[in-house]
């Protein structure tokens, strides 16, 4: 394998913008159009909202800075991420916290909205732990970029999933089952360039295996094992 590890950081800006038009369209038809009253919505809506495109921001411009050289002013705006990423879980967990109940009152049984947890907290933590690993590696600036590439594909799901159920007219069900499977593909794809060009491949591994267990609790939601941790956490945290 290749001792120096190269990238175009370049392109990982326009990965981040890519992802960045998919969530502009799965949220309009569900959130931007209602702009300016935006009636029907809470604050947490917003405060999520807009904490997550902070968050795409930051993925854009981080590696256009080193692809520019702009070394100093790229770990100044680094250190944002130590406040952002934590008020980005809070603002997951708050709005994973209000659909619960809003499931309670709108899904036949408690069974299905602890079913529809699988779908929030699992990428809560998630995105916890990929966000660590990029800290735990920012003197490694290969793998730091990788587990931030991987926190931002998490972001693909919310305009994804919203984009296949409302233009596409899935069922919901089908519209998250497919939008996990086309992120996990994603991470795959990004390790089998990896392989290809005889990069170190175990950054992006991990992000795959993280996108895989992501899909795979998804369509576990209604099994025992989910159910009795759902429950659990429910009564717990929410």
Known sequence: ??????????????ISIAILIVLT?????????FFPSFEGFQFVHHFHGGIMLLW?????????????????I?????????????????????????TFYVNLKALPSMTDAVAMISLSIPGLIIFGIL?????????RTYYHMRYMIGTGLLMIGPGLG???????????????????????LISFAFLLVDLMKKRDYKP?????????????LWELRYTPVWQGFGD????LFF
């Open 131 to 139: 966000y660590s690993l990029a800290i735990a590696n920012k003197g």
């Open 25 to 33: 369209w799965g949220f309009y038809r569900t959130y931007l159009v």
């Open 162 to 184: 919203r984009g296949l159920i409302i233009y596409f007219k899935m069922p919901p069900p089908l519209g998250i089952t497919v939008t996990l499977a086309s992120v996990a």
């Open 232 to 235: 659990i956490f429910a009564k």
């Open 74 to 98: 790229h770990k100044t705006i680094g250190k944002l991420s130590f406040v952002l990423a934590p008020i980005l879980m809070l603002s997951i967990f708050l709005v994973a916290r209000d």
């Open 204 to 216: 992006n591994l991990i992000v795959l295996l993280m996108m895989v267990l992501y899909a795979a």
């Open 56 to 72: 795409m921001v930051l993925l854009v411009i981080q590696p256009w800075l080193i692809s520019r050289k702009k070394y100093r």
């Open 1 to 14: 394998m290749e001792n120096v590890q190269t990238i175009k950081y370049n392109r990982v800006s326009f």
